[in-house]
């Protein structure tokens, strides 16, 4: 089987990791709650059982991430992962007691860490001017889960039977359902995934090797300048990867060029410690630098206002317009078709304008979204079809911003941070988003009746996001330009 081939399998069944993500949010959210009540759980348990799917994935991320970027391999991450799904959901299913159903979540969260190792391979494995198309395309999968989801529980419904000593009814049937999904996504990611070789994800720096290797020839007659133009010849790929860090010239290449002598081992075992100790603290470097604060802070703000809003939702349909579950899911689903023809749309933008100006775009949305949330929905002015009016298009300016911002700052993410440590960057990022998803309805389900406050609050935060992007403005390109022309120019 070609590569080609391989590529296109490979990248159909990430689609399909992520269209399962959304589709077991879908299942399990909406009866989870009536789940518990049958078990006898306090109303507080809900949201510790929500939250400890978000801290595990959130704990998991990082650690998933740093192992991929160690072993260059994804496939075996994910298949790891996709076990805690497994028995996090049949846990689920057979649901004993409040504490199991506990468990079970917090169990099921740690596979979702894979996303991490997934990013990190997708920023390898992608040209960058094609990343946040193929970054849109994911998380449209994802969307599309969360959209379909709600028609499995249809039938899901109606199960009313015993599998041995086990009851399988409207509750439990999600935890059985998705088990058996997850199982059947570990056959497709054995047989149609592959972590691609190394030159499949070595082209898309093919061009600035072969310029940093023009730079080397020209410059080899001056000794002292030629030992400083043969170090990114050696380390290309930190170069290319590790961006605004400072990486210190190694003392042992220098003495066995000169001496081409055994006696410089105890030099390489010095060296060793000291570059050890300078990628770690490039490590730490990176997070701080400005750009990666700004994109890490929409990461959290946007999905702190997303879960808040998905929070208070549901208490105020039911205040003002007495939405039951019908239209609760109608709304949702409508709400899903504009996210994902919203996430076709970026990835139709991002291959005309900067992923900047996407982010600014996005964020342009969000405020116009929340100030409009702040005036009319913490308080409806008028009769029922004004307040609905006054709902609906606030809701629709939410949803609409979120694809522009999701795509433009994972993707530039993924461009500014050192492609040697992608997996673990990656997860920083995610588990980022996951102390935002908890936070957010903790914050939205303490103020539902002060909304006012609630409101304000998520007004305040994206503005200061929205003055950070306009100080940040010019830092936000991919990098690699710039490290480019310093290595063609001598520097």
């Given at each position: 089987m070609d590569n080609r081939r391989k590529r296109k399998l490979t990248f159909a069944a990430i689609g399909l990791i992520f269209l399962l993500s959304g589709v077991e949010y879908a299942v399990i959210l909406p009866t989870i709650w009536r789940y518990l009540q049958t078990l006898n759980a306090e109303p507080y348990f809900l949201g510790l059982t929500l939250s400890a799917f978000s801290l595990s994935g959130l704990l998991s991320g990082p650690l998933f991430g740093h192992l991929s970027d160690r072993t260059q391999t994804t496939k075996k991450i994910i298949l790891f992962a996709n076990f805690f799904e497994i028995v996090g959901n049949l846990m689920y299913f057979m649901g004993y007691s409040k504490w199991l159903l506990l468990s079970s979540r917090l169990v099921a969260g740690i596979g979702t860490g894979a996303g991490s190792s997934i990013f990190g391979f997708l920023t390898r494995s992608t040209a960058s001017e094609d990343r946040a198309t193929v970054f849109a395309?994911?998380?449209?999968?994802?969307?599309?889960?969360?959209?379909?989801?709600?028609?499995?529980?249809?039938?899901?419904?109606?199960?009313?039977?015993?599998?041995?000593?086990?009851?399988?009814?409207?509750?439990?049937?999600?935890?059985?359902?998705?088990?058996?999904?997850?199982?059947?996504?570990?056959?497709?990611?054995?047989?149609?995934?592959?972590?691609?070789?190394?030159?499949?994800?070595?082209?898309?720096?093919?061009?600035?090797?072969?310029?940093?290797?023009?730079?080397?020839h020209a410059s080899v007659e001056d000794e002292e300048e030629g030992d400083e133009e043969v170090k990114p010849l050696m380390t290309s790929q930190e170069l290319v990867g590790s961006y605004g860090s400072v990486v210190a010239p190694d003392p042992c290449r220098k003495h066995s060029r000169v001496h081409n002598s055994p006696i410089s081992s105890p030099v390489t075992s010095q060296s060793h410690e000291h570059v050890t100790s300078l990628k770690s603290s490039s490590l730490y470097r990176e997070f701080l630098r400005e750009e990666v604060v700004v994109l890490l802070a929409a990461q959290f703000i946007t999905l702190f206002n997303q879960t808040a809003l998905e929070t208070m939702v549901?208490?105020?349909?039911?205040?003002?317009?007495?939405?039951?579950?019908?239209?609760?899911?109608?709304?949702?689903?409508?709400?899903?078709?504009?996210?994902?023809?919203?996430?076709?749309?970026?990835?139709?933008?991002?291959?005309?304008?900067?992923e900047r100006v996407v982010l600014a775009i996005g964020l342009t949305i969000c405020n116009i979204s929340c100030i409009w949330c702040l005036i009319f929905l913490a308080k409806p002015l008028g009769g029922f079809s004004w307040q609905l009016t006054e709902f609906i298009i606030g809701v629709?300016?939410?949803?609409?911003?979120?694809?522009?911002?999701?795509?433009?700052?994972?993707?530039?993410?993924?461009?500014?941070?050192?492609?040697?440590?992608?997996?673990?960057?990656?997860?920083?990022?995610?588990?980022?988003?996951?102390?935002?998803?908890?936070?957010?309805?903790?914050?939205?389900?303490?103020?539902?009746?002060?909304?006012?406050?609630?409101?304000?609050?998520m007004v305040v935060l994206l503005v200061m996001l929205t003055i950070m992007l306009a100080f940040s403005y010019n830092r936000l390109v991919e990098p690699a330009e710039d490290q480019i022309d310093i290595s063609v120019n001598g520097g």
């Open positions: 395309a994911v998380m449209a999968c994802r969307q599309a889960g969360l959209l379909i989801g709600p028609a499995f529980n249809i039938f899901l419904r109606l199960c009313n039977f015993h599998l041995g000593s086990f009851v399988v009814n409207k509750y439990t049937a999600p935890g059985l359902f998705m088990c058996l999904l997850w199982i059947l996504l570990q056959l497709v990611v054995v047989f149609m995934y592959w972590d691609l070789p190394y030159l499949e994800r070595r082209k898309t720096k093919d061009s600035v090797i072969h310029k940093e290797e023009e730079n080397t549901t208490p105020l349909t039911q205040k003002y317009f007495n939405f039951g579950e019908l239209e609760n899911s109608v709304m949702y689903c409508l709400g899903g078709v504009v996210v994902i023809a919203g996430f076709l749309f970026v990835r139709w933008l991002s291959k005309h304008v900067a629709f300016l939410q949803v609409l911003g979120l694809p522009f911002v999701a795509v433009a700052q994972v993707s530039l993410f993924s461009k500014i941070t050192s492609e040697k440590t992608q997996g673990f960057s990656q997860g920083v990022r995610r588990s980022v988003g996951g102390l935002a998803t908890i936070l957010g309805p903790l914050w939205a389900g303490g103020l539902t009746d002060n909304m006012y406050v609630m409101m304000g609050v």
